[in-house]
């Protein structure tokens, strides 16, 4: 399990200079892929006083001309073999397409760098691994960029876990749930690219953060299935993001899986781009043995006196995207200078990648799997 002292609070570091003004310490960290993601990270890694921001890397000219103009990044890269060769970063933040994870990190690793890596942490398991040995034969650290475990009703639920409310957890239902939400940009309809569709980009999220609040149970079985019925069409109905790319979506529309625990304990999880649903649902709720939770709104049912009781907190901080970002992003900082604990090392990201490869492998032969 992972080290609970570590919060959202680590947001609040405060990080003091010398009396000459100088900070101490500052991890010289370079970003690997400067598209969407990319260019949050570096929102939030600019506004560390302890991080230099070294190098950008991007494959696309225009990428890197906005790092120059919007962020005056000026050591810029379009291969990150030159950039890991010539830069030497302590560290790299991998925001890439899925398929460059495993082999851009596995580089950064040999080349000395500690490696903050975007979810999912790879393609497959195997990937994972490799990316596991790297680091430790390098002796650096591997986090990877699960932010929703630092969210204010996850720290919740754990903290009431740690403290015995819901006893054993039996079972728990994750739901990332879009009605008509096909990315229309980058790669995420391209399986080569991406190791799937919504299962591996959006219920790696809802997993990840069930999967911390169960207190990281081994997975041990999966099945499930996956359809694909819209998105390889012409989008013919008004939506958020229209006009995604068809022609090259080969990826599922909705995956539904079940993992079953070492300790008993059984997930189910659903996951879209599309489907024919009221509304879109991020969520998770769970079932334990002397009581229950749900992640939003964050609720603990239990007994109580005699009562069945709904307990809501009175007040929880703000759990808004960016500051997710930069708690994740803090973590791994700590983790580099200061030798904290990983919210979400490498081992995390093998397990949930295991469930993900396990429900797609039980789709592919049509029965339960072994994970
Ligand atoms: N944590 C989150 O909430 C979150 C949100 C969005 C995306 N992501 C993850 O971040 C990653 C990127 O997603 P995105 O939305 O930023 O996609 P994006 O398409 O906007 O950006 C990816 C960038 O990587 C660049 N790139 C491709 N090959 C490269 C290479 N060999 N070297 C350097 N750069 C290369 C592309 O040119 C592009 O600019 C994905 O793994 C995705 O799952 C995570």
């Not at 100088?22 to 890694?45: F, N």
């Not at 204010?152 to 409310?165: E, F, I, S, V």
């Amino acid at each position: 399990m992972v080290d609970s002292s570590v919060s959202t609070e680590s947001l609040g570091r405060n990080i003091q200079a010398s009396p000459d003004g100088k900070i101490p310490k500052k991890l010289r960290l370079a970003i690997i892929g400067c598209g969407g993601i990319g260019e949050l990270h570096i929102q939030a890694l600019k506004a560390m006083p302890d991080v230099e921001l070294v190098a950008g890397v991007d494959t696309k000219p225009q990428c890197l001309q906005a790092m120059k103009q919007n962020f005056g990044l000026t050591d810029l890269y379009e291969d990150f073999q030159t950039m890991l060769a010539r830069v030497k970063p302590a560290a790299v933040s991998i925001c890439t397409p899925n398929a460059l994870h495993a082999p851009i990190a596995v580089a950064a690793l040999q080349a000395g760098a500690d490696v903050m890596t975007e979810k999912p942490m790879a393609m497959n398991p195997r990937e994972c691994r490799q990316m596991l040995e790297a680091a430790k034969t390098a002796g650096r650290k591997l986090a990877v960029g699960f932010q929703y475990r630092h969210h204010p009703n996850t720290q919740m639920l754990t903290r009431a876990r740690d403290n015995g409310q819901f006893g054993d957890v039996m079972f728990v239902k994750c739901q990332a749930l879009r009605r008509r939400g096909i990315p229309n940009w980058g790669v995420f309809g391209q399986k080569e690219l991406q190791g799937g569709g919504p299962m591996i980009d959006l219920g790696v999220h809802v997993m990840e953060m069930a999967h911390y609040v169960m207190g990281s149970p081994k997975p041990v079985s999966a099945s499930g299935n996956i359809w694909t019925y819209l998105g390889h069409k012409p989008g013919n109905v008004a939506s958020m993001w229209p006009n995604w790319d068809h022609t090259t979506y080969n990826v599922e529309d909705l995956a539904i899986g079940q993992i079953r625990f070492e300790n008993g304990a059984v997930m189910q999880v659903e996951a879209s781009f599309a489907a024919h649903i009221p509304a879109d649902i991020w969520n998770f709720s769970f079932m334990g043995t002397r009581g229950g939770g749900c992640w939003d709104p964050p609720t603990i049912h239990t007994d109580s006196a005699g009562t069945m009781v709904n307990i809501t907190p009175a007040f929880l901080p703000s759990g808004d995207f960016a500051r997710l970002i930069s708690a994740k992003l803090r973590n791994f900082v700590d983790a580099c200078l200061y030798n904290a604990p990983l919210m979400a090392p490498g081992e995390a990201g093998l397990a949930v990648q295991a469930m993900i490869d396990g429900v797609y492998r039980s789709a592919a032969c049509g029965h339960d799997v072994g994970i």
